[in-house]
């Protein structure tokens, strides 16, 4: 192959070898891309995403990428810009909420004369929440409980027609609160981002001329994490195969973790079983040692036909240690670590992570770490950092700011691209022009990694965040996001010790341990990783009653012990978890 060849022919050669990565990429058309953990999923879709732009689709048109979170969004983004693809100009990736904001309801809504905000405002999550116990209260009375929320957010996701009997039928006051919350959003000028993708399956299923719309932009839509993401977009996807829109999907039914919120894993199972879609499964790991794939194989319900890639045995040790979640963080951090460390002199702390299930688990362990002075990123809903659009691209401008504008560590024009992804309402060029001045102006005004973190955010939310957080209705979930992260580096709050430098390196810098929700850790790999809390009563949990619910508990177990590359470490209290049982015997 010649020098010049574009990158992603060279990271094709590797899936040569694989002959179901090789089917994968080579299918041309409908296809679903089933993959266990490790087996390559991203690096295919990711490299197939660059041929379909290079080969397939011709300009002016373009391929949309759909998954399932912004984490995912930003994950697919670093691993295509590798290959070099940029989002932009011949791509659009996105989660669901925005694919059904930016191309079916702010250009079609009131063209196709649905029933939504003009100007359509989106809720913020705090509105979202005030807006939903209003309802509440009038309904029922009193507070609404947290559970009655998150069973209504999921009966809204599960049963997407308002007049449908199946929706009439519901045997719970659900129903009754859900559409006093829609008519509540709509008297406030209101849309949530549930709102968003219930009005853009509206759009596509009912509006021929909106699916023939869909298909001249975007002839192939490729769909990532299709196990977590429900079925309003399971419906969107049949409503564009329908329309001769070339569909892409990739997931794994046995890593869905998102049932609570309502998630299907059944669905992807059905897509693959359509009689016009390509079903390839990926069976080879390329993560996880021997042992490790083993004990995961026991916590399927169906042990699928995966096989290690290159024999390496691994190991996995599991510890009794008859004591809360403080001093099992405790043991993991001042023995396992060290010990893990000292047997693998090539490891950095960033090769390890310590997953839990919950927040509950997560701040003991956070307060064990602080103890001994470690440093650690943390991923839970604890942290005032969360893996959002924003707080990425602020990592990033801080990064730059530390001392990226010399190394090109991070380019000035990524950080505008990416600035402009999230700004995309501005579509005058004059103000375009004017808006990218003053971020340009603030940004180098700005450098310098010793700055302090609330110093530093507090000019940027002055000079720039403001203008574009007021007026880009994508980006709601952002103000309280932004509001907590600058709380956080005031005074007294727990990042108040936070220079620009030490925010940009947010888990960037391998000197930090992994401090992590399984949710969280989908889609990372790791050297060894630490479970901590596995006793029976978090693992599977007093809520996980329903058969479903405790085969979820199981497959978010998987999606921990599948992290791990070569070592795993299972701590629990004094009664172990089930799941620990058949690890035990697995292995
Ligand atoms: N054909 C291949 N040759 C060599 N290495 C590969 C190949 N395919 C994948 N890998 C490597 O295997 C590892 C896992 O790949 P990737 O991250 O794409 O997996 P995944 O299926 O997305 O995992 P998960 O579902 O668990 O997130 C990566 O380090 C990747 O580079």
Redesign the pocket.
């Known amino acids: 192959m010649s020098a010049l060849a574009p990158p992603y022919l060279k990271v094709a050669e590797?899936?040569r070898?694989?002959e179901d990565?090789w089917r994968a990429y080579r299918s041309s058309g409908n296809c679903v891309i089933l993959?266990?953990?490790?087996?390559?999923?991203?690096?295919?879709i990711t490299v197939k995403i660059a041929q379909l732009i290079a080969e397939d689709v011709r300009r002016p048109r373009r391929i949309a990428c759909i998954t399932y979170s912004n984490a995912c969004v930003g994950e697919l983004r670093s691993r295509l810009t590798k290959l070099g693809v940029d989002d932009g100009d011949r791509l659009s990736l996105s989660t669901v909420h925005s694919f059904c904001l930016t191309e079916l309801v702010l250009p079609y809504a009131a063209m196709a004369g649905l029933d939504v905000p003009n100007p359509l405002v989106v809720a913020s999550p705090r509105q979202a929440r005030s807006l939903f116990g209003d309802a509440y209260r009038r309904q029922l009375g009193g507070n609404a409980p947290g559970w009655f929320r998150i069973a209504s957010d999921k009966l809204r996701r599960t049963i997407p027609d308002r007049g449908s009997d199946e929706w009439h039928a519901w045997d719970g006051r659900e129903t009754e609160v859900v559409e006093a919350y829609e008519t509540l959003l709509l008297q406030n000028g209101l849309i949530d981002f549930d709102g968003l993708v219930l009005a853009g399956l509206q759009l596509i299923e009912k509006h021929e001329w909106i699916r023939r719309a869909i298909r001249a932009k975007y002839p192939v839509v490729v769909i990532d994490e299709y196990q977590d993401l429900g079925l309003p977009l399971h419906r969107i996807v049949l409503a564009l195969l329908r329309a001769g829109v070339r569909i892409v999907a990739v997931g794994?039914p046995d890593?869905s973790i998102y049932g609570f919120t309502g998630a299907q894993p059944g669905l992807l199972r059905a897509l693959a079983g359509l009689r016009q879609m390509e079903s390839v499964a990926?069976k080879?790991n390329?993560?996880c040692a021997d042992r490790i794939i083993a004990a995961s194989m026991a916590l399927l319900p169906e042990p699928a036909e995966f096989q290690s890639?290159d024999g390496r045995s691994g190991e996995i040790q599991i510890h009794r240690l008859e004591c809360g979640i403080r001093e099992q963080a405790d043991y993991a951090l001042q023995m396992l670590v060290p010990a893990l460390l000292k047997a693998n002199p090539s490891w950095v702390p960033g090769d390890i992570a310590l997953l839990y299930r919950t927040l509950n688990e997560g701040s003991p362990i956070a307060q064990a770490a602080d103890a001994l002075s470690l440093r650690y990123f943390r991923l839970d809903n604890g942290s005032p950092i969360k893996r959002t659009r924003l707080s990425e691209w602020l990592m990033d401008a801080a990064r730059w700011c530390s001392g990226g504008w010399q190394t090109g560590e991070v380019s000035l024009s990524q950080l505008l691209k990416a600035w402009r992804r999230m700004y995309r309402s501005v579509m005058n060029e004059s103000e375009l022009l004017t808006a990218r001045k003053h971020l340009i102006t603030a940004l180098f005004s700005l450098r310098g990694g010793a700055l302090p973190l609330h110093r530093w955010i507090l000019a940027l939310r002055r000079d720039v965040l403001n203008e574009m957080l007021e007026q880009e209705p994508g980006l709601a979930d952002e103000k309280d996001n932004l509001e907590e992260l600058i709380n956080a580096a005031a005074k007294g709050g727990i990042l108040q010790g936070f220079t620009v430098e030490i925010f940009g390196n947010q888990g960037k810098s391998p000197d930090q341990l992994n401090l992590m929700t399984l949710h969280s850790s989908?889609?990372?790999?790791f050297q060894a990783v630490i479970m901590i809390g596995l006793e029976n009563g978090v693992f599977p949990s007093g809520f996980d009653r329903t058969d479903e619910q405790l085969k979820e508990a199981s497959r978010l177990f998987y999606?921990g012990l599948?992290?791990a590359k070569t070592q795993v470490h299972l701590i629990y209290d004094s009664v172990e978890s089930p799941l620990i049982t058949s690890i035990r015997a697995a292995t």
């Open positions: 590797d899936l070898g694989n990565q993959a266990g953990p490790g087996s390559g999923k991203t690096k295919t794994d890593q990926l080879l390329y993560r890639h989908k889609g990372l790999e999606v599948t992290r």
